[in-house]
């Protein structure tokens, strides 16, 4: 048994129908060890995004605060995990900007809790138990900071200088994960991963809301002059990476994830307008490309991000399958056909926040 933690959210609801799919793939129909999915289901976090997991035999959903002690500790007695695999997080840098409560009670103070619940069920656990005990807390790139446009890539021995309250409280989590190893001897792993893309991303991200936003002939606003670079990566290939530490990596060791894939938003955008042109041309022949319109930039928004994941590709054997091309012309697809599960997650509040951050300011320009 393992636990996920945030498993109804982007990446997330990926692994978890990555990890139960294998139960039914392996070869010789031994199960794969049961899931059990903590999550608090805030406005990203979709159980719509598991319909399809729901009624598999290995699959439990509890819904709650990776912060409540009380509980987190009832489940750990109750499932006796050999893993945790900490997806939950507050994870979108514009809602950090606006306000920064959330970031800093689930990313900081909810991973502290979890890891004080979790430090008190690993010393109770027999040494072979301990032994193949392990913690995986998912970590972001973005606690580097901004790379200049000719600096080499991020390694693990970058120094962390995060500059968005959202990158601040993951660097804080990522001290936190690093002190249990240190002080506690807690098996824990870190991993810290490029921009993610691919089915079930919430439309408040550049990719999904630029389909969107195309697909129903508003905006497509670029921040800034668009030439910001982003390293991005498959989620599927996220997902493979993470089972790959989970599997063998070395226990108090962080590993960076990324797919050597770097764009400027301009050239995602383009990118994801050339493939609308062709997949769904609009009505009036217009391209896609005529929707962009360049609106005022993020506050301290970060110029570059770039991993290099050497590490993990000669330690681990790891390597992404996807490139850009083929992982945002399968992300399309998977959109145009799934435009029902957009809609269901495009609740109340989240029309509210286009309103704050697109509407209500009109920063669109149009
Ligand atoms: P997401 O916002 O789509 O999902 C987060 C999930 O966590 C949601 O299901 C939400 O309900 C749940 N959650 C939030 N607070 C919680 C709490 N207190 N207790 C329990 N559950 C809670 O995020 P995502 O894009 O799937 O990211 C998952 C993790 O990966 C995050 O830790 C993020 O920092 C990290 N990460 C994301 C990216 C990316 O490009 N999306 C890249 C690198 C790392
Ligand atoms: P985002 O998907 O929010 O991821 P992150 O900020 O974690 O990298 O944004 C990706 C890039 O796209 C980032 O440089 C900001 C930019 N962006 C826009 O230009 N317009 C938008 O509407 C959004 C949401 C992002």
């Not at 636990?3 to 010789?28: H, K, M, Q, S, Y």
């Not at 435009?339 to 009109?362: F, I, P, R, T």
Request: charged content about 20%; aromatic content about 10%.
């Amino acid at each position: 048994m393992i636990i996920v933690t945030g498993g109804a959210g982007f990446i997330g609801c990926n692994f978890i129908r990555d990890w139960l799919g294998e139960t039914f793939f392996v070869p010789d129909n031994r199960a794969q060890a049961g899931l059990l999915n903590l999550d608090k289901l805030t406005y990203a976090g979709n159980l719509k995004s598991l319909a399809d997991v729901e009624s598999n035999p290995q699959y439990r959903f509890v819904r709650g605060d990776i912060g409540d002690r009380a509980l987190v500790g009832r489940l750990l007695a109750e499932a006796k995990p050999t893993a945790i695999v900490n997806f939950a997080a507050e994870s979108h840098v514009d809602r950090s900007i606006a306000g920064a409560d959330e970031f800093i009670q689930t990313n900081i103070v909810g991973t502290f809790n979890l890891l004080e619940e979790v430090r008190g069920y690993f010393a109770q656990l027999s040494a072979d138990e301990k032994q193949a005990f392990r913690f995986l807390h998912v970590s972001t790139d973005e606690v580097y900071g901004s790379l200049g446009m000719h600096e080499a890539a991020f390694s693990e021995k970058r120094q962390y200088e995060p500059n968005s309250p959202y990158s601040a409280s993951k660097a804080a989590s990522d001290h936190l994960v690093r002190a249990y190893h240190h002080t506690y001897g807690l098996p824990t792993l870190t991993t810290n991963c490029s921009n993610n893309y691919g089915p079930y991303h919430f439309p408040e991200k550049l990719i999904p809301l630029m389909i969107q936003n195309a697909l129903q002939g508003k905006p497509l606003p670029v921040y800034g002059d668009g030439k910001n670079v982003r390293d991005w990566l498959y989620v599927a290939d996220h997902c493979s990476a993470i089972r790959a530490v989970l599997a063998n990596g070395r226990v108090g060791e962080t590993y960076n994830i990324g797919g050597r894939n770097e764009r400027t938003n301009m050239e995602v955008v383009n990118t994801v307008c050339a493939l609308l042109d062709e997949l769904r041309p609009r009505a009036d022949g217009k391209h896609y490309n005529s929707q962009i319109t360049f609106v005022k930039d993020r506050l301290g928004h970060d110029r570059r991000y770039a991993i290099d994941a050497t590490k993990l590709e000669t330690e681990l054997g790891w390597h992404a399958q996807e490139t850009f091309e083929t992982g945002i012309r399968k992300t399309i697809a998977w959109y145009l056909n799934n435009q029902d599960w957009v809609q269901s997650v495009a609740s109340g509040e989240y029309m509210k926040w286009l309103d704050v951050q697109y509407g209500a300011n009109d920063r669109s320009g149009l």
